[in-house]
DNA sequence: GATTAATAACCGTACGTTCGGTAAAATATA
DNA sequence: TATATTTTACCGAACGTACGGTTATTAATC
């Protein structure tokens, strides 16, 4: 018996969780598998070339989620500026489950693999900031203070992410987030 | 002829060089001896619980590295806020080479190996935070004031790292050093 | 009936770790 | 002071295991 086909969604999400959580060089294939639902060998007939495949697979699908849950969101003009943050503040906070998740462009991001997915995780970060920077114009900054603002954000969702994990508390995350909020609104 | 004794401190930056770049899982018996100077065998004499107390002894090393050029400097009385402010940010611009390098507090932070160094790393974050929190009381900030900006500092510093290696451009480091300095100074 | 999607079994390599042994330095003995 | 002993520091080679990756085969789908 040939067990039915593991759509890509939920292939894509069990291969993310192990990224995200171990990185490149800490992701063995038996791991991947398991958490994909797929045996090592159906990885490879899914992925032809190997972890790097997989690893670049999962990058634009994380690219995908930004692109249509961060930046779409941040710049639907049928929204107030303060009802897209809002929406999206909900969509940060449950990416990252509140601060007890990491995030996969950091997971990524060491000496030994970012160079393997360089331009994939730039891309990324970039169209964060640009969602944002187009966030900050519509609440009335100039483009330069918009964009500064738009880096702040980055800035403090990867850093306070760093924090919880290394203090062992989602606190230092709900924090940064809620003040993100503050930045915008408080103007 | 036997080799002269490789000394700690040379031994204990090159393998905290691997470790910080490479993370736990990523960082090779190999490469780590290939950094300190030593063979593998020649590790297992200097640290006979092997990865996870070379690690441990490099955690540690980081940690007085902190005590002694962060927090003793931040609450040497001595010293005006203002110089004490200057002299550690200039350590901090050493530390991480002005952006270039990473946090090994970061690199040891993923899922997979912060269960086993997690004291280790809150200990070196939290006396981080405390000392700057000595600094904001210094400076005249009420202690819950001061701690909050504490954080901040810590999550600026954290964060604009990642995004810097994310965009292959030390520019956000820089900026967040910058900023840094700027929020204390400007009250 | 051809193609697609999955698997079990397998491969060579690199991993973390251990072992046996040697050279230098330090200490004790004469 | 000269010799014997112990300790320290290093290394080459090998261990069993787990790695990333491959092949041959089977079963469901188009």
Redesign the interface.
């Known amino acids: 018996m040939r067990p039915p086909k593991v759509e890509d969604q939920a292939l894509l999400d069990g291969l993310m969780a192990v990224l995200?959580?171990?990185?490149?060089?800490?992701s063995s294939l038996n791991e991947l598998a398991g958490s994909s639902g797929l045996q090592k060998a159906s990885l490879y007939h899914r992925f032809p070339g190997g972890k790097k495949e997989i690893t670049l697979a999962v990058l634009h699908y994380v690219h995908e989620w930004i692109r249509k849950y961060i930046y779409e969101r941040l710049t639907d003009q049928s929204l107030s500026p303060a009802e897209r943050l809002g929406d999206v503040i909900q969509s940060i906070h449950s990416l990252y489950q509140g601060g007890e998740k990491?995030c996969i462009?950091?997971?990524l991001?060491?000496?030994?693999?970012?160079e393997l997915f360089?331009e994939e995780?730039?891309e990324s970060?970039?169209r964060w900031i640009d969602g944002f920077t187009a966030l900050g114009v519509d609440y009335g900054f100039t483009r330069d203070a918009a964009q500064e603002k738009a880096?702040q954000v980055?800035?403090?969702?990867?850093?306070?992410l760093?924090?919880s994990?290394?203090?062992?508390s989602t606190a230092?995350f709900v924090?940064?987030v809620e003040a993100i909020e503050k930045m915008y609104r408080e103007v």
Chains 1, 2 share one sequence.
């Open positions: 995200r959580a171990k990185g490149y060089e800490g990491s462009l950091k997971a991001s060491m000496d030994s693999s970012v360089r995780i730039k970060m970039q880096f980055l800035i403090a969702i990867q850093g306070s760093i924090v994990k290394g203090l062992g230092p924090a940064a």
